[in-house]
């Protein structure tokens, strides 16, 4: 199958639809909760606003937007990597535990923010020389943190390399997947958010502070989809690879 925009598109937005539930029962566990809960902590214990960070920076508030910071990694690792086990499972037909998933994050953590890492310092070094380069450092690397839950023993640098590898030749067509993705989500939650800004006055502000944690959770889960859909078309487009042989990358 080739890579292109249309049929990248059309596997993350099947991958949605075909594992709806799983993905929304892990994607509320995971990632929805752990959001929501952080940021109502630290909203009634410090008066957090994460809409306007800069504010907690000029207030020198910084243990909590640290710990918002922190949760908001562990969260997202971890979903990327239960999503990347429903999807290539279910692809594969093969039997999943959400328990299972959830352990084997968590034991991936410390070298996943180990790929986040470098891949950040990569891309901010690239933006630095030029912003060109960035953009291509970034788009080369997309795909390193499903790489690695993926394919277990390659490592971090592999799994950087790996990524690199499989992105080239495809990176502005990833480029412009995001662009789609990211406009249709900004759609969706405005839909939700404009209504909202309207009732403001009339809505407890915890209220309106759970709501758009929520659209934004989700907002997020679809996007870490789509992340998995695009390492699957490349991997198939590079390598011919059946969903069967893709799994086997779990057994």
């Not at 086990?85 to 999943?96: C, L, M, N, S, V």
């Not at 890492?117 to 795909?143: A, E, K, R, W």
């Not at 590898?165 to 969706?188: D, P, S």
């Amino acid at each position: 199958m080739k890579f292109t925009i249309g049929n990248t598109l059309n596997e993350g937005f099947g991958l949605l639809s075909q594992y709806l539930g799983k993905i929304a029962i892990a994607g509320l566990l995971v990632y929805v909760l752990p959001m929501v809960a952080a940021v109502l902590g630290l909203f009634f214990s410090y008066g957090f606003d994460i809409q306007k960070p800069e504010l907690q920076i000029e207030q020198g508030i910084y243990l909590p937007f640290g710990i918002y910071m922190l949760v908001s990694i562990i969260a997202a690792l971890l979903s990327i990597s239960v999503l990347t086990d429903i999807i290539i499972k279910g692809e594969a037909r093969q039997p999943f535990s959400l328990g299972a998933s959830i352990g084997r994050g968590f034991a991936n953590m410390i070298p996943l923010i180990i790929v986040g890492l470098l891949s950040t310092v990569l891309i901010m070094v690239g933006f630095i020389l030029l912003i060109i380069p960035g953009f291509i450092v970034m788009l080369g690397l997309y795909v390193a943190t499903t790489v690695y839950i993926a394919e277990p023993g390659i490592g971090v640098i592999g799994a950087l390399k790996r990524s690199w590898e499989l992105t080239k030749g495809h990176r502005w067509q990833i480029f412009l997947i995001l662009l789609v993705v990211g406009i249709l989500t900004a759609l969706a939650g405005g839909a939700v958010g404009l209504p909202l800004g309207l009732m403001a006055s009339t809505i407890p502000p915890v209220v309106s502070l759970t709501i758009q944690m929520i659209v934004s959770s989700v907002a997020s889960l679809v996007t870490f989809v789509f992340v998995v859909a695009i390492y699957l078309c490349l991997r198939r487009a590079k390598e011919a690879h059946t969903p069967d042989a893709v799994a086997n990358v779990f057994s």
